[in-house]
Nanobody
């Protein structure tokens, strides 16, 4: 069983930066690929970024590429999402997710474990 807890969300202005954290309660964190998804009001869930088990490879949605950075610390059982140059359209609830799949998936059905989400609001 994997429990994921996100933190770090908040209200910021356009252009600001924010770092989200996802703490995992699991013995073998390094066995899980990690990802971030987001969901804005009235919209479908959207893939944001993913990172492989070792952290050696990362993947990003085009909408955040160059602005967001996903990382992880297997020693600390934590995944991160560093967000820079935030825009009002980044406003959403951000969820971290974990998967034991070897191949990274960008669809939500590829992840079996989810956190409760953290709200990010970017004002213009």
């Amino acid at each position: 069983q994997v429990q994921l807890v996100e933190s770090g969300g908040g209200l910021v202005q356009a252009g600001d930066s924010l770092r989200l954290s996802c703490a995992a309660s699991v013995r073998t964190f390094s066995s899980y690929a990690m990802a971030w998804f987001r969901q804005a009001p009235g919209k479908d869930s959207e893939f944001v970024a993913a990172i492989t088990r070792s952290g050696g490879s990362t993947y990003y949605a085009d909408s955040v590429k160059g602005r967001f950075t996903i990382s992880r610390s297997n020693a600390e059982n934590t995944a991160y999402l560093q967000m820079a140059s935030l825009k009002p359209e980044d406003t959403a609830v951000y969820y971290c997710a974990a998967s034991q799949r070897v191949v990274i998936r960008t669809s939500s059905d590829g992840y079996g474990y989810w956190g409760q989400g953290t709200q990010v609001t970017v004002s213009s």
